[in-house]
């Protein structure tokens, strides 16, 4: 039985046997479930573990071996009388301020083995984290009930996968779009498709202003077939034009007989002011009638914008937020207008710049 079959199980039963039980030395022993804690112990001696430190705060600093080296851990004691202590072992259940179900760890004699983690009491979405010394750490996220995005260590930096139990292999499900709407209205996106066996992809679909092409920049003919040996180059271009600026998309990918669904998001940043270009841009020109707005992204958690005419029409903007700020051009009555703008981020950096900004019916 997996650990999702015994989080089931586990939840649909209700515990028949004693529960909030300590031996004669007062450790906690058995079944626990007390103030939205549903828990077990084991009374175990110290010379179990190979222990590094002790403290008075019941924290037990033990060596465990990872790879080619080591590599301390802290486990938490329930209690402690000779050589004898008491830790959590087994399935933990916790629920919140609100009675909602906050998270399960399954622990292997004080150690956590894995964990999940619910998002607001929302059990369709959670973080299953596994814990191992010996192979490493990874974390998959869940969304409705099945593995989005695993998370894991390697050549010393975090690296991310996608449907990691699925049998089609995405190189990119988190996708990301910046354009720079002085240069061009349109972006071109990679994706890599493999498969761990043979495949049948039924269509690849998106709304809004996306196309999906083959590496060639021809249209897809489908149905097609991946092979464990194909690597598939979808082009994926993100055309932003019109009245409407979309700011995310999501693109479809359908599979198999039974058309199985893999979801790619999308999160696009178009702008004419961006932190990549505010501090080089000298002038812009923008039409009333076709640009209708003007469009200022990433000015990390907090920045302003303050415009000044000739004539002395003045104002300033305050931006709160990592998103794209839209502008109407209908604010400004002049023609011509300086442009101060400035954005600070978390790490301290600020960055801006003064702009030209000429205008036109």
Known sequence: MNFINIIALLLACST???????????????????DGVDCFYKIIPFTYYDTVS?????????????GDDTTDETIIIYGYFGDSISVRDG??????????????IDYHLGLVGNMILFSDGDTTQYNHNFMDSIKGNYYDHYLNNRAFSREFYRNHEFAFSYYPYDDLVISDALLVSEIDLLKTTFDTLS???????????????????????????HPIKYPFTIT???????KIINHQYGDIIHDHDTLIIKTGPDNKQYSLFLNTAASHISKSN??????????????KELLINNCGPYGHMRFA????????????????WL????????????????????????IGGVIDLILSD
């Open 327 to 350: 502008i109407p051009l209908s604010d400004f009555y002049e023609n011509e207008y300086k442009l101060d703008v400035r954005m600070c981020y978390d790490d301290g950096e600020g």
């Open 91 to 104: 399935l933990f259940k916790a629920c919140d301020s609100t009675g909602k179900l906050s998270q399960i």
């Open 309 to 324: 005419s000739k004539k002395g029409h003045s104002d300033t903007y305050q931006f709160e937020g990592n998103k794209v």
């Open 54 to 66: 002790f403290d008075h705060d019941r924290r037990l600093e033990i060596r465990q071996f990872n």
């Open 228 to 234: 464990s040996k194909d690597r598939i180059d979808l």
């Open 191 to 217: 994706v890599l498709l493999q498969a761990k066996k043979d495949l049948t992809v039924n269509s690849v679909s998106c709304a809004n202003n996306i196309r999906v092409l083959d590496k060639e920049y």
């Open 16 to 34: 028949s046997f004693a529960q909030n039980k300590m031996n004669d030395h007062g450790l906690k022993c058995g079944h626990w479930n007390k």
């Open 278 to 291: 505010v501090q080089i841009l000298k002038k812009i020109t923008l039409s009333r009638q076709k640009d």
